[in-house]
């Protein structure tokens, strides 16, 4: 394909190959399920924890609210996927939440609801590694000992990999989001064949830990109070969910059917991991601490700061499938590899929001263009760095990143729910059919629910959590809001700039063209820029040259004259060796003499191969036509000369051209042109 | 003068107000003398320390040795002065030692001279600033505490004033070199009254100290090794003489007379100054130690790491002064300042040097344009990080830097001599005259010894010191040498490239251009591409775009039928929403149906004010442009449409360009450009 440069051919059979070429073939439901549910069914890997964790404060008796939380995430889990299924029946083009948000509560929301999901973006690498390491930590005690270099390590090995835009499959996603659910289900289903069946006792390796309860004998608002953060923390599980609304495009028909089963799916395997392993670790007696160092004690002393509190996931299978043990160790690998695979979603979603926001104008124009890689490289970067900065000053600590985690999550939930409620009543006001408004009426019935819900559990995430870092991530949100509110101003402020009036401007309507070729001695290039120059005809021409050295300047008026060049040759002086300053005062004056006239300014350039060539050439050049595009009434006209180095130049970019970029696979294909876009019109 | 933007005017009084401006008025004797001076004569205030800290290798005993090395140095400096005064007499227009080897020794021992210039610009920095930090630090405990910083510090400063273009003037060289001479001279003359007429007897701080020998009883070979080591050092006085040879055309009439004069007094100066130091410290008993905190003893004991010694000149002005008094003071800040001068002057000759090796294409050709401000900032901040490194690497220890420094300088001085020798031996060649033939004669006896005794001198520095780090000098000069051949080289084949051919080349002589005007949107900014592609009556006009949204193409070709506009417009498809692959792919596909076609391609381009709106606008105008240039037979034409916010940057272009490049005193005002060149002439 790299090869085939015919155009009529690339007309004909290039588009399809290229689709194929990006992967983007229609997602099997078998495929479709891992390719979205890495990130939300990794959560389990580190939800669980964050529940026992919050309630040790109250003390070991607390843990016994556990099973009551888990409750109540389930059901705000089915709340949220009921929703989303409505959402993927209104918005089968794969409208997110942004354009919910956006169509249905106008741009102000939707700019909230994308702050949210940037900053959320974000949060998924950070969580997702610094949980990653620790699953991995809890096998391979060098990366525990060594956590955030290993994690900012994990954020530089996926930055780059998707900087190069490794080819992605279906597959890729598959192997280890099955090999992780089927390990956990092992794991349950073990775990409840030996407790129930075999009467075995199984003990985590905290089992016999005490912990020390920071508020003892918790009662009323107290009490509700750390039960409500509890379920914030629970809420993690959540995370990740609303991927699959951003894409529908990429299903087998019935597109929107499949996602929406789809969703069911990811939400009841979800649901049932999560609630197994909250169950285990009862059953193992698994001691999770807020304070590990300070406040879980062994022997009636505390562990003190070199402890490794590990996760929940890893505690339980090495009560139920022995530390250590084979199927341990594959199922800490797997727990790692999809909350890395979740990680790398990110890495796909933030630049793909990015061009969204940018064709709204809340970003730079450029990042619009589609697998555009240049703009998912900017992405890409500005993702991993934040990411790992958090993960710096955070410490690769998991359980301080989800403070900071949930809320973004939250905020779109509720207005793209809110959005929802309003594009069903719109609909309604016009739909006749009571079938169809019947189902609407239902539709609206679940989002009003849904949206109700996330926005208690937003309130709740806020009021539990602001001090423990939420602060952080709206501060987020908030510096992401502003700098996009302020671009698309400024878009807005040009756009208004640049509308046409009604009337043409004829006051200084240009009516003839004066050409100018720059030139600095006789060779090729000039050559070349002189006979296209003659080629414009424009009104008069003339060629300029700055003097710079008087005999450089006699030689170049003698080779003038001797090679009978028929372009008058105008000589500008320059004691200082300045070359901007004289032809933009010769512009100007022109300019001056005669107000209609444009000026042409014709330069030859250099095309070379290498970066550091391009500062030895040019630069002069680049400069002057800096200064002429400030000057009014003048274009400037490029006449390259391909130095035999341009070659090199040229392949590299047709390769960097050719590049795949990442997240095609869950994107879909791009829409099919139609018959008349593809052959070209002309009006 | 800003605000005259007429252009007669400006022809007509522009360019001598400008001269003025730049302070570029011819100089009488007295302000040259320290304009030119403050570099070699500030070097008195390290060099006499030197030689009696190498000689304190063989313990106290050698100090005796050193009236014999003053001798030597002081013949050496006569040399050197006597063989540049040939130098300004042979070179009136300011040949320095680069264009003296280039022009009659050939380039390479020109590159040469111009890498150990390079290097030694780099040295004179970090030297000068290193000693005047150690000068201050004897009045100011404060500096010689945190010595890096205040080195690394002061280059900063200096680095600053130098990029803003402070405006210099004669004064700001006279005031602290005339002071710090007349400290010295006071003296001198005080120290030698109160010694021999009041028989006073004076005591520097460190006299009662003594220093423990390394090698005891060293004589023959390893005792004239140690002597000749003492002599390289002491010739870190004569480091700065050459800089006069290049500022010739900056002095009044008769230019090369004045020039040789001023060569002589500050030939006799330096040389007074050093031997009366030297002098001083012998009779007031200063001990200098290489090793101090090991080598100086105090009642029998080292006197440790904390032990601060200060320079000689600041020792005996404790001595004759007295410690702490007002003299002392001023002599150390006066001594202070004219170092700070002294690095200043390697901060206006390391750009400028760049400036004359562009023009001989070994460094990029941008750089030649004479007081061009990126140029000058380029050069300055090499210059300033080059030293800021050794500077810390060396602990701003002048003591250690000096051992880098007399490398160059000797291999400049030698083959400038040499070159001069051949100079007058091609002169004596053609030469008829006998008046004239004898005082050629003459001038070539002179060089011919001033090239035998530096270039002894060199082998003796390379000899003692290349260990002592000589060689990190030879090294940075083979980099510059190697580096600047690099570039030499890749323009020497890209004009060979370029080159025109006997013969043109007819066999596609490009007969019709075919114009395409690009078009995103109908606004001001098209319609004026359009209009301006329209004047120039190209063979065949089209305007284009690129569908990436159906719905805008279909908005874009409506408005174009309602207004009527009379250029066909063709519409591109792109699924990905890709800009410049499409306009790529159809000006291939024009090129290779008629081959002798040439394409025109106008880009209506915005042009905004500061650096962040660039960033959202014609990010994909510039790289489709940029993969346009690698197209052969296609010119690109910016059409520039100023935004209101661009006047800003216009104001900000133009103040940029009358900033006032620094070193413009010493060299002089610019050649006065002849009557024809600056009427501006037409073939």
Partial sequence: MSKLTDLPKRILIGRALRSDKLGETLLPKRIALPVFASDPLSSVAYAPGEVLLVLSVAGVSAYHFSPWIAVAVVVLMFTVVASYRQNVRAYPSGGGDYEVANTNLGPKAGLTVASALLVDYVLTVAVSISSGVENLGSAVPFVIEHKTLCAVGTIVLLTLMNLRGVK??????????????????????????????????????????????????LAGFALIFLLLRAFSSGCAALTGVEAISNGVPAFRKPKSKNAATTLLMMGTLAVTMFCGIIGLAMATDVKMAENPAKDLLHNGEPVGAAFTQDPVISQVAAAVFGDGSFLFVVL??????????????????????????????????????????????????????????????????????????????????????????????????SEKDPAKRRHMIRSRAINTFGASFTGLVLVVVLVTKFTHGAWVALLGMVIFYVTMSAIRRHYDRVAEELATDEEPEDSARPSRVHSIVLVSKIHKPTLRALAYAKLMRSDRLEALSISVDPAETKALQAEWSERGIDVPLKILDSPYREITRPVIDYVKGLRRESPREVISVYIPEYVVGRWYEQLLHNQSALRLKGRLLFTPGVMVTSVPWQLDSSEAAKLRARKRAEWNPPGAVRRGPAPRPSRREKAGSEK
């Fill in 332 to 429: 800490a690998a797997a727990t790692a590899l999809v909350l890395f695979l979740a990680a790398n979603t990110a890495y796909n979603g933030f630049p793909l929001l990015g061009s969204i926001l940018a064709q709204d104008r809340y970003l730079p124009r450029q990042l619009h263009t589609r697998g555009d890689r240049l703009a998912f490289s900017n992405g890409i970067v500005l993702l991993a760095l934040a990411a790992a900065i958090l993960v710096y000053i955070y410490g690769a600590d998991s359980t301080k990143l989800i403070q900071l985690y949930i809320v973004g999550v939250f905020v779109s939930f509720t207005l793209s729910q809110i959005g929802m409620v309003r594009h069903w009543n719109r609909h309604l006001a």
């Fill in 168 to 217: 992605e499959s279906g597959k890729l996603f598959a192997i280890p989001t099955y090999v992780f659910v089927a390990g956990v289900f092992l794991l349950i289903a073990w775990g409840a064949f030996r407790g129930l069946v075999l009467g075995d006792s199984m003990h985590a390796p905290t089992s016999d830990y005490e912990i020390h309860a920071e508020k003892t004998g």
